[in-house]
């Protein structure tokens, strides 16, 4: 489904930051 791919996107662009600070820290 393209709806899922959009939120799949969209999930992978807010976790990956979140993820980032976690591993730094």
């Known amino acids: 489904h393209l709806l ?3 939120h ?3 999930m992978a ?3 990956r ?3 980032d ?3 730094s820290i």
């Open 4 to 6: 899922h791919e959009v």
């Open 8 to 10: 799949r996107f969209l």
């Open 13 to 15: 662009k807010i976790y």
């Open 17 to 19: 930051p979140i993820l």
């Open 21 to 23: 600070r976690l591993v």
